[in-house]
């Protein structure tokens, strides 16, 4: 008999897909301990974009987010999702700004660091990787799952046994932009299965409605962990409903060993919340059906509505079948990178400007050029060197990992916010967000002494 073992993500990647990465501190704390009651494998609850959303619009500091949840939920393993090299921000830092976070984040409760790389460039997580081994995290790697003639299940075991290699303690299928499909699943959970020996997990998104079923095909191939989200707020972008595959599951060899009548409960509290983000308009219906685009276009869904985007403010909607037939010719160009953030950003805007300017690559920017040149790693396929030069001209790619070319900056970023520091882990929140943090530190600082932000007080303490 194997037990599958269940991560909730209803803290942090089902509300991040589903409302932006809203839900409050305040509106988990009512539910918590009855989470850690259920008997997760783990909880999903940081990492992703809480950071950026804590501190640019809920006015949270995520560390005590982080120690809230730990002394509520103390029975139950808590996981983050760390973007390897980026951490939670959107450059490469410096080795020592890395461990440091690692150290803190373990220190203030996290058990599970989910660490990713953009480009599945293996380099790119081996600092991470040792780090959270040092801290004694458990290290899971996920590889970035996409589509294309070089990303076989070959590709799939090959870069997972580089990971077991480098020491990671399980291994995830990370299907962002919903791409898998149930056969798909299957194969390649075997091929995992069959080639390394540490446990391995999936995690994929309602959003082309097959997500249950590849967990399902999964689960019969071998898989040892599936990520859900209790039901109000499953399906669409988000994931599986929890309490669906719990149900699925019982009395089968697959048994998860949750109980239904408990999860039942814990569903009330957040059919509530629900309702609450409906009628608050930060839950757009819409944004729950299922939508087989991303088969189609092989595009991630945010990715879609952004390029509608940029192509309206340009006044260039009738483009949009152009720039989806555009971005597919720029990824192949760019090294057959997956489409995950922040290169989904990248490719999606040097599409839009190639085929608004009527020449492609008339026009590049700064981060598609940071691409070839290797600076944000090395590429799933070698990027025509023709194709380079005519990118670069005569500048030179990198072919080292990035972060060697980065001087330790840690002590340099803690003379930069020494002025707003209160706590040892605001040089990191500083480090990922310079512009936005040191707004949310002087909000933190005039509630603490209880000051209009627009007082004299308030301006003569931002001066000292």
């Known amino acids: 008999m194997k037990k599958i073992n269940v ?21 988990m704390i009512p539910i918590m301990q009855e989470l850690d009651k259920v008997g997760y494998y783990s909880a999903e609850v940081w990492g992703g974009a809480t950071f950026d959303a804590c501190i640019r619009f809920l006015d949270e500091d995520p560390w005590e987010r982080l120690r809230i949840i730990r002394k509520n939920m103390p ?6 999702l760390f973007r390897g090299q980026n951490m939670l921000g959107y450059r490469h830092y410096a080795d020592d700004v890395l461990e440091y976070f690692v150290q803190k984040t373990v220190a203030n409760g996290m058990d599970i660091i989910r660490i990713f790389d953009a480009l599945n460039d293996i380099r790119n997580l081996h600092t991470a990787i040792t780090a959270a081994k040092k801290e004694g995290a458990h290290a899971q790697v996920a590889m970035s799952f996409t589509l294309g003639d070089v990303f076989t299940d070959e590709y799939y075991v090959n870069y997972a046994k580089q990971c077991e290699n480098e020491g990671a303690d399980s291994i995830c299928i990370k299907d962002m932009a919903a791409l898998l499909t149930p056969y798909r699943a299957a194969s390649l959970t075997k091929a995992l ?11 994929t998104h309602y959003t082309s409605g097959l997500a249950s079923m590849c967990l399902l095909k999964a689960i019969e191939n071998g898989v040892d962990i599936v990520d859900t989200a209790m039901s109000p707020l499953a399906h669409g972008t988000s994931h599986t409903p929890t309490e669906s595959m719990v149900a699925a599951l019982k009395g089968t060899e697959y048994d998860t060993g949750l109980d239904l009548v408990k999860l039942t409960e814990i569903r009330s509290y957040f059919m509530g919340l629900r309702q609450k983000y409906i009628d ?34 340009a006044g260039k909607e009738d483009k949009f079948e152009e720039v989806l037939r555009e971005v597919p010719r720029v990824r192949a160009d760019a090294g057959n990178i997956p489409l995950v953030t922040p290169s989904s950003q990248i490719v999606g805007t040097q599409a839009v400007f190639n085929v608004i300017n009527g020449e492609r690559y008339k026009t590049c920017t700064k981060e598609f050029k940071d691409v070839i040149a290797g600076r944000y790693g090395r590429t799933p396929t070698p990027i025509d060197p023709e194709f380079r030069k005519k990118i ?14 980065l001087e330790p900056e840690l002590d340099k970023l ?3 916010c ?33 000051i209009d932000p627009n007082s004299d007080a308030a301006n003569r303490i931002h001066s000292m």
């Open 7 to 27: 991560t909730e993500t209803v803290l942090r990647d089902a509300h991040q897909s589903l409302i932006a990465t809203r839900m409050s501190i305040d509106e």
């Open 75 to 80: 029975n139950t393993k808590l996981q983050m």
């Open 193 to 203: 299965k069959d080639n390394i020996s540490i446990p391995v997990g999936i995690h």
């Open 280 to 313: 608050n308009g930060l839950l757009d219906p819409k944004i729950l059906v299922t939508d087989a685009n991303a088969l189609i276009y092989q595009v991630p869904g945010g990715m879609l509505s952004n390029l509608l985007s940029q192509l309206k403010q």
């Open 392 to 405: 670069l001209g005569d500048e030179q790619a990198i072919e080292c990992r990035p972060a060697d070319l």
């Open 414 to 416: 803690r003379e930069e």
């Open 418 to 450: 020494a002025e707003w520091t209160e706590q040892e882990e605001d040089v990191l929140t500083y480090a990922m967000f310079p512009k936005i943090a040191p707004k949310f530190f002087e909000k933190r600082r005039n509630k603490k002494y209880g």
